[in-house]
Nanobody, 124 residues
Framework: QVQLVESGGGLVQAGGSLRLSCAAS????????MGWFRQAPGKEREFVAT????????YYTNSVKGRFTISRDNAKNTVYLQMNSLKPEDTAVYFC?????????????????WGQGTQVTVSS
């Protein structure tokens, strides 16, 4: 059974930084793309970033480009989301997910395993 466990969330002031981690177990980590999504209160879950199986292709939603960086360490079965210049509108529960394929995906239906989420709160 695949398990994804996020960590690193918390409360930070606007302009600050956080690094989220997602540790995977139960499968061969390196053969799937990974992604980060987020869900703000009262809103639907939305795509944030994705990285392919090798870690050499990434894609971001426009609102985080230049501020967030997704990366992975296949030796550690972990994917990261470095979040800089955080804004109050980044406040959400952040979820990592494992894609069905090697390649980056933007849609939720391209992912078949999800973590439980970690709360990120950015104060103004």
């Amino acid at each position: 059974q695949v398990q994804l466990v996020e960590s690193g969330g918390g409360l930070v002031q606007a302009g600050g930084s956080l690094r989220l981690s997602c540790a995977a177990s139960g499968s061969i980590f390196s053969i799937n793309a990974m992604g980060w999504f987020r869900q703000a209160p009262g809103k639907e879950r939305e795509f944030v970033a994705t990285i392919n199986w090798k870690g050499d292709n990434t894609y971001y939603t426009n609102s985080v480009k230049g501020r967030f960086t997704i990366s992975r360490d296949n030796a550690k079965n972990t994917v990261y989301l470095q979040m800089n210049s955080l804004k109050p509108e980044d406040t959400a529960v952040y979820f990592c997910a494992r894609a069905r394929s090697l390649y980056t995906g933007l849609r939720e239906d391209e992912y078949n395993y999800w973590g439980q989420g970690t709360q990120v709160t950015v104060s103004s």
